[in-house]
């Protein structure tokens, strides 16, 4: 027996595609026998035959054809060829739209039923169901048209010679009430003005964060949150993380072994009590938050930031005007797309799921530990879907689902179908029944990003305005979203920008030495691509999961450190190339793979990155060992007497440390802020 086709027919209707086997396949050769999963088909003159089957997982059919007997290969694998593509011509790849609504005259889950039937089913069970399945069709509305419009940006920032009437009332305006709220107390406990706006009710998130505890820490070392705060924000700390995706039709030597991470991912925060803390401290060291508050445009002067917000709850105007606005509107800002002109993402997560109170059966999952990343099947339908699953409270469990996606104007990448097959394929993943679950709250969002060649290959700054968080757009490609690049460098972040401001330093040249840019992590975005499905094609199914047990596996085998240094965005060049060479040396097809999915033009500009990786690994060894502590030693009369030339040095300082994943210890920010 052999087998010599395994393929992915991209439908969910798998009795359509046993259907077509059997009764409408053309057939120039051989006598079909009917089976419960597919066909035998005989051929005459020989004592063997071909057996073909089809099964489903993850909402979507696959197909393998087998060789029995001594029916020659030669002339089963021509036959085959021609077989492949009458299956691929009558079900071809699609890549199906959300469907045209007017909710002003029905709702959005009549709407939405005879499309996304799962999907509506469990909304209506979810609190805030119908108001977050509205957000989810709406982000995705928005996404698509982003996508396939990039030059025509809404233009929401202005420049203007007009000068306010007034000095500024804020010092900073921060405009998204979640990374945003975070760094604007951390602000304001400094001493300045802060606003924060939220379009929506301040103090809800529809993801859960997770990270590691000496990560986290840093919220107590620059002061924003007492031990004990931090401690009752903290939903769960579970004994250990699981990474492993599937590989039941991989080679045994492309078969990888579960990679544990026990401080990676770790603690499980209510991201709802992070907010309200994190508001709190705002308002209790002066600042402000006007939630419910819609941004609507900027007008930037000379000497301030005059902001136009629209009041959602009672529709009227509101303005404000401050020394720099703060972009923290994720990735689906308008000032993002505005900043960075026609140039659209590189890449994106779609990720949906949800935080379920109960109703799993006992022995489904124990909450002493989380699942990271997990596969139990192959591509589907052009993404290979990846979960994760982290412990909260007492029997809370949040779920994601996930796929890394390469942007395409005919395949933005889709919520909406994601969450059908989240409903769908729940049951797979972990073992339950769907109506005994109690959910809490959905959890969605794109998380977008660039490809990054070196530091200033994009802009994170206009004057008098910088991006912060997912609307920078500079997470890792791994696992962390804007949060977990926030928390490792909020102290970078927070040191760079109280010098900025402090000092004036508040043009785009300045601005944009304010980053979190890291070449260790920008280097990495050549994995991430080999992680996605180029739009058009049909990859072996399994090609994606062979390569991601490589180097899981591979990280598995090293100590523990290891993986927990390179996913925590700590990996040197040293380790890089190391872990790198082991890999093609494991699996030596995987430079090829990366090759056909990426294509050229992204493959150089990957070596583009690696090259700048290289300069900033030599430049930090030539100075890391003794900038930084002269930079400290020489502060006083430097950054008095050259204020910009020490922002830059500065900025210099930490992109030779926390930039190629050597962090230096956070700061205490003990000074009053020289507010102009």
């Known amino acids: 027996m052999e087998e010599i086709l395994y393929t992915e027919v991209p439908t969910p209707d798998t009795e359509l595609v046993c259907h077509w086997l059997k009764q409408e396949m053309p057939l120039q050769k051989g006598e079909k026998q009917i089976t419960p999963q597919g066909i035998r088909v005989k051929f005459p003159n020989t004592r063997g035959e071909l057996s073909i089957f089809v099964w489903s997982v993850e909402n979507t059919t696959y197909l393998k054809v087998f060789r029995w007997g001594d029916f020659p290969a030669s002339t089963a694998r021509g036959w085959v060829q021609k077989f492949n593509h009458a299956l691929h011509q009558r079900f071809p790849i699609r890549y199906p739209e959300p469907p045209e609504i007017d909710l002003s005259q029905e709702s959005i889950f009549s709407a939405l039923a005879p499309y996304y039937p799962k999907t509506v089913h469990f909304f209506q069970k979810i609190p805030n169901g119908e108001f977050d399945l509205t957000r989810v069709y709406w982000w995705e509305k928005r996404w698509r048209e982003q996508v396939r419009h990039p030059q025509q940006p809404k233009p929401v920032i202005k420049q203007t010679h007009r000068e306010p009437d007034s000095s500024p009332h804020y010092d900073l305006i921060y405009l998204g009430g979640a990374l945003g709220v975070i760094h604007a107390a951390v602000m304001a406990q400094l001493g300045y003005r802060v606003l924060l706006v939220e379009r929506l009710a301040f103090g809800r998130m529809n993801r859960e964060w997770n990270i590691s505890r000496q990560e986290l820490q840093v919220l107590v070392d620059l002061g924003l949150f007492t031990p004990a705060e931090l401690e009752s924000v903290i939903a769960r700390e579970y004994q250990d993380g699981f990474n492993k995706f599937f ?91 505005q900043l960075n002109g026609d140039r659209g993402f590189d890449s994106v997560c779609p990720t949906v799921g949800a935080t379920i109170k109960k109703g799993f059966p006992p022995g489904v999952w124990d909450s002493n530990y989380g699942d990271v990343l997990n596969s139990h099947g192959d591509t589907s339908r052009g993404r290979q879907l990846i979960w994760e699953l982290f412990p909260g409270a007492e029997e809370e469990l949040t779920i994601y689902l996930f796929h890394y996606h390469e942007i395409h104007p005919d395949n933005p990448g889709s919520l909406l179908e994601m969450y059908e097959d989240f409903f769908n394929i729940l049951p797979e993943y972990r073992r339950c029944d769907m109506e005994q679950l109690e959910w809490k709250k959905a959890t969605f969002g794109y998380i977008p990003a660039y490809f990054s060649v070196g530091k200033r290959d994009r802009a994170v700054a206009f004057d008098r305005l910088l991006a912060l968080g997912d609307a920078a757009s500079l997470q890792s490609p791994l696992v962390f979203t804007g949060f977990g690049s926030l928390i490792r460098n909020l102290d970078r972040l927070t040191t760079l920008l109280d010098t900025a401001l402090k000092h004036d330093l508040l043009q785009a040249k300045h601005l944009n030495q304010v980053q979190a840019y890291q070449s260790n ?46 996913i925590k965005d700590r990996a040197g060049w040293g380790l890089f190339n190391r872990l790198a060479l082991k890999a093609a040396k494991m699996n030596p097809a995987i430079v090829p793979w990366i090759w056909e999915q990426a294509g050229a033009k992204d493959f150089f500009r990957w070596v583009g990155s690696y090259l700048s990786f290289t300069v900033d690994a030599i430049i930090s060894v030539l100075f890391r060992g003794w900038f930084p502590q002269w930079l400290q030693n020489n502060q006083s009369w430097l950054e008095k007497r050259f204020p910009a030339l020490w922002l830059k040095a500065l900025s210099f300082s930490y992109t030779i440390t926390n930039g190629i994943g050597n962090p230096q210890p956070v700061k205490q920010h003990r000074d009053q802020p020289q507010v102009k």
């Open 521 to 566: 992590v920008a280097v990495t975005w050549l994995f991430s691509k080999g992680m996605m499905v180029p739009t058009g094609k049909m990859l072996p199914p399994q090609r994606i999961n062979a390569m991601l047990n490589t180097f899981f596996g591979l990280l598995a085998q090293e100590p523990r450190e290891v993986a927990d240094t390179f």
């Open 247 to 337: 590989d039941g039709n991989n080679p045994a030597h492309l078969k990888g072994e579960v990679l544990h991470t026990p401080t990676v991912l770790n603690i499980a925060l209510n991201s709802d009590k992070v907010l309200q803390l994190c508001g709190e401290k705002l308002q209790a060291a002066g600042g402000q938050i006007w939630d419910r508050t819609e941004f609507q445009q900027a007008h930037i002067s000379q000497t301030a930031v005059t902001v136009d917000c629209q009041d959602l709850s009672h529709e009227t105007s509101k303005q404000a005007t401050a020394r720099l606005l703060i972009d923290a509107m994720g990735s689906a800002s308008p000032i993002a797309w």
